[in-house]
């Protein structure tokens, strides 16, 4: 799952109004951060296979330490100590929503990824396979992402004209993000594909930002 992730972020809102939005754009894909640095610099890898799946080339053969079901919860638990201890306000609860926006990218993952998600580091792979039918998945991923920005937009209100915009223009550009990445060119190299990653999803972390500025909670 790519932009579906991004479904619980925009809902967390809903939970904890003072945890910023670019917090939990963060939070949803930290362990694929994670992944897009080890994966880049040869602690997990992945092969570019063409046609690996309807949704994407990635053999993801080996990621025990970001995507297995351990590794994730270990990852939930240390963002949600690390906001709880840095945040100003609402901290036990701003900690335990940024601990379930990291864990609920597993669960996502668990429905569209073939099985490749270990129950532990060297133990069997999970994973209900829904890349295997593309529009299927895509049709999944936008109703998780309409349905967090409907609850994002109920718990908030524009402080201008460009926080009744930006959602929608976030939207678009979100849904282009997924039409990118289906559509364009596989990465070259390993290497590639865990650098593109990061630099993706920090980006987006980034355009969240734009919310925090332009909206506040009602």
Same mark, same amino acid.
């Given at each position: 799952?790519?932009? #579906?992730?991004? #479904? &619980?972020?925009?809902? #967390?809102?809903?939970?904890?109004?003072?945890?910023?939005?670019?917090?939990?754009?963060?939070?949803?894909?930290?362990?694929?951060?994670?992944?897009?640095?080890?994966?880049?610099?040869?602690?997990?890898?992945?092969?570019?296979?063409?046609?690996?799946?309807?949704?994407?080339?990635?053999?993801?053969?080996?990621?025990?330490?970001?995507?297995?079901?351990?590794?994730?919860?270990?990852?939930?638990?240390?963002?949600?100590?690390?906001?709880?201890?840095?945040?100003?306000?609402?901290?036990?609860?701003?900690?335990?929503?940024?601990?379930?926006?990291?864990?609920?990218?597993?669960?996502?993952?668990?429905?569209?990824?073939?099985?490749?998600? &270990?129950?532990? &580091?060297?133990?069997?792979?999970?994973?209900?396979?829904?890349?295997?039918?593309?529009?299927?998945?895509?049709?999944?991923?936008?109703?998780?992402?309409?349905?967090?920005?409907?609850?994002?937009?109920?718990?908030?209100?524009?402080?201008?004209?460009?926080?009744?915009?930006?959602?929608?223009?976030?939207?678009?550009?979100?849904?282009?993000?997924?039409?990118?990445?289906?559509?364009?060119? &596989?990465?070259?190299?390993?290497?590639?594909? #865990?650098?593109?990653?990061?630099?993706?999803?920090?980006?987006?972390?980034?355009?969240?930002?734009?919310?925090?500025?332009?909206?506040?909670?009602?």
């Amino acid at each position: 799952m790519f932009v #579906g992730h991004y #479904g &619980p972020a925009l809902a #967390g809102k809903a939970v904890a109004k003072s945890v910023p939005l670019w917090t939990l754009f963060f939070a949803v894909q930290l362990v694929d951060v994670a992944w897009g640095i080890f994966v880049a610099n040869g602690i997990e890898h992945v092969r570019i296979v063409p046609g690996f799946t309807e949704a994407n080339p990635l053999d993801l053969y080996d990621m025990p330490l970001t995507h297995s079901l351990p590794g994730a919860l270990v990852w939930s638990v240390g963002a949600g100590l690390v906001y709880a201890i840095w945040a100003r306000s609402q901290k036990r609860l701003g900690g335990v929503v940024i601990a379930a926006a990291v864990f609920s990218h597993w669960l996502l993952d668990l429905i569209v990824h073939v099985p490749d998600l &270990p129950l532990w &580091p060297g133990g069997p792979e999970v994973g209900l396979g829904l890349w295997n039918n593309y529009p299927l998945a895509l049709t999944a991923e936008m109703a998780v992402l309409v349905a967090g920005l409907f609850l994002y937009l109920r718990v908030t209100e524009a402080k201008n004209a460009t926080g009744r915009i930006w959602p929608w223009a976030f939207l678009a550009l979100l849904v282009l993000a997924e039409y990118a990445n289906h559509t364009l060119p &596989p990465p070259e190299s390993a290497a590639a594909a #865990g650098y593109m990653a990061t630099a993706t999803f920090i980006v987006l972390t980034g355009l969240a930002a734009i919310c925090d500025l332009t909206r506040r909670a009602r």
